[in-house]
């Protein structure tokens, strides 16, 4: 049997706060962006630098999790799987978006701290796992189906 791989490994910053969401039989789902930036020189030397920018899909107890700790900003690790979807709006029109089903989430930085705090005062890493087992029964059960995400 041939062997295939879908992983997705990315460090970046969140380019909005989390959106958390839940499906009509109570699943929690958090969309956000994470920006990330490559860095080259041209055959000249001049400096280039661009920016990719992920849609990014988390589920369950996880989604909780970011929408509670993370903020537009913040720099994390994201490990998860490539998904693309397919729908057609209510004009008639057929759209399709690849977003990245998170499994893995780790807090890079220091969380902002209020000025009463010390600056010093840094986030505790953060890592939630979710077995690839239960990101399939979320998405594919029969109680949640795609029409039943929020976005």
């Known amino acids: 049997m041939a062997r ?8 970046g910053n969140l380019t909005r706060d989390p959106e958390l969401r839940y499906t009509p039989q109570g699943t929690a ?10 860095q080259w020189k041209t055959e000249s030397g001049e400096a280039k630098e661009e ?6 899909v ?11 700790n ?3 900003g913040r720099k994390v690790y994201a490990e998860g799987r490539l998904q693309t979807r397919n729908w057609q709006a209510q004009d008639g029109t057929k759209h399709t978006t690849t977003e990245i089903v998170v499994s ?3 807090f890079l930085d220091s969380r902002a701290v209020s000025s009463s705090e010390t600056q010093t005062q840094a986030q505790p ?3 939630e796992t979710k077995t690839e087992e239960s990101t399939t029964e979320a998405v594919g059960s029969d109680d949640v189906s795609m ?3 929020p976005f």
């Open 125 to 127: 890493e953060v890592k």
């Open 104 to 106: 893995d989430i780790i």
């Open 51 to 56: 920016a990719e920018f992920h849609k990014i």
């Open 29 to 38: 789902v958090a969309t956000f962006g994470i920006a990330t930036n490559r």
């Open 70 to 72: 993370l903020a537009k």
């Open 4 to 11: 295939s791989l879908n992983k997705v490994i990315l460090i």
């Open 58 to 68: 988390v589920w369950d107890k996880l989604a909780e999790i970011v929408s509670q």
């Open 147 to 149: 029409d039943d995400i």
